[in-house]
């Protein structure tokens, strides 16, 4: 079994930063890759970034493109999400999550998730 724990959320102005980190724990830890999402309350959970973890490929929807990255830790089994220019739209519950499948781009090839943490940026 992998347990992830997120960490690093919080309250920002727009148009600044956040870096969220997310630890694996469990099973030898060597997912095909990871990603971030995030939800908004009735929402669907969204596609943030993602990053093989054998090769460090990544992927960004447009909406974040350019502003966000993501970097994996191998030695630490850790995921970041580096997150610059800050919109308010970028306030959602997010989340990380690992995928032991080569469709990694598809959101329910994911089976571990973490617990989620917010984040809030205000206008």
């Known amino acids: 079994q992998v347990q992830l724990v997120e960490s690093g959320g919080g309250l920002v102005q727009a148009g600044g930063s956040l870096r969220l980190s997310c630890a694996a724990s469990?099973?030898?830890?060597?997912?095909?890759?990871m990603g971030w999402f995030r939800q908004v309350s009735g929402k669907e959970r969204d596609f943030v970034a993602a990053i093989t973890w054998s090769g460090g490929i990544t992927y960004y929807p447009d909406s974040v493109k350019g502003r966000f990255t993501i970097t994996r830790d191998k030695a630490k089994n850790t995921v970041y999400l580096q997150m610059n220019t800050l919109k308010p739209e970028d306030t959602a519950v997010y989340y990380c999550?690992?995928?032991?499948?080569?469709?990694?781009?598809?959101?329910?090839?994911?089976?571990?998730w973490g617990q989620g943490t917010q984040v809030t940026v205000s206008s």
């Open positions: 469990g099973r030898t830890f060597r997912p095909y890759a």
């Open positions: 999550a690992a995928t032991y499948s080569s469709t990694w781009l598809a959101i329910n090839e994911y089976d571990y």
